[in-house]
């Protein structure tokens, strides 16, 4: 799967747009973005996944790029709820998900 | 649906003890994943089946590790002699097949203390 690059931490305050970036720049044509999260001491959490469109759950709402090298997991309104550590991976098919370091994403209230 | 369910919840056990964790998946998914989780090693893939055969066991650390899943609703994960090295997170998780599917049900996992 392509490798993903996504900044170690950031702050949000409570109750604004919580944009998390990730970089995959060598990612093929046929290889999804998926997001997870993880909230303290309790098992990962899928969040969204994505092709080519933009898309938006009850979650979130995910862009990815035209070109596909990046893409941005956005929680529209965050809540102290949402403090967690969020995963960007991009596996092929039936390629095992690989969990990096991910984003430590703290909400601020 | 409950989820996917395991047991123990919380493990402490002597080293060179027998430690099983157990693991319901979610009825009618297919695959079933086991992972640990460490803060030097992060969140690791030990193995998963499909319809319950084992298919890629590579992340297995050593002999001392073994998984099973007798049936389509229950696995285990048995670490036989256990190790102060082995204490983690063990995490189960369940989806359902499809190529290119990987929207995993993770459960609330086992946290083991081999002293």
């Known amino acids: 799967d392509a490798k993903t690059t996504q900044p170690t931490s950031m702050d949000c305050a409570e109750g604004r747009a919580a944009n998390l970036p990730c970089n995959h720049s060598?990612?093929?044509?046929?290889?999804?973005v998926y997001w997870y999260r993880q909230i303290h001491s309790q098992g990962p959490q899928y969040i969204i996944h994505?092709?080519?469109n933009n898309e938006t759950n009850e979650m979130a709402s995910l862009i990815i790029t035209e070109d596909r090298k990046s893409s941005t997991l956005i929680l529209p309104h965050a809540t102290l709820r949402d403090t967690a550590v969020y995963y960007c991976?991009?596996?092929?098919?039936?390629?095992?998900?690989?969990f990096g370091t991910g984003t430590r994403l703290t909400i601020i209230p | 649906d409950a989820g996917v369910i395991q047991s123990p919840r919380h493990e402490v056990t002597e080293m060179g003890q027998e430690v099983t964790l157990r693991c319901k998946p979610i009825?009618?998914?297919?695959?079933l994943f086991w992972y640990r989780q460490t803060m030097m090693r992060g969140l690791e893939l030990l193995i998963y089946?499909?319809?319950?055969?084992?298919?890629?066991d590579s992340g297995m650390p050593e002999d001392r590790f073994s998984a099973k899943m007798p049936n389509a609703s229950f696995s285990t994960l048995k670490i036989q002699p256990s190790e102060p090295r082995d204490s983690a997170v063990y995490f189960c998780?369940?989806?359902?097949?499809?190529?290119?599917?990987?929207?995993?049900?993770f459960g609330p996992g086992t946290r083991l203390t081999v002293l």
């Open positions: 998780a369940s989806s359902l097949a499809g190529w290119g599917a990987h929207e995993q049900f």
């Open positions: 060598t990612i093929s044509g046929n290889e999804y």
């Open positions: 994505g092709l080519k």
């Open positions: 991976m991009t596996p092929f098919g039936n390629e095992k998900l690989t």
């Open positions: 009825s009618g998914h297919d695959y």
């Open positions: 089946f499909n319809n319950n055969v084992p298919i890629d």
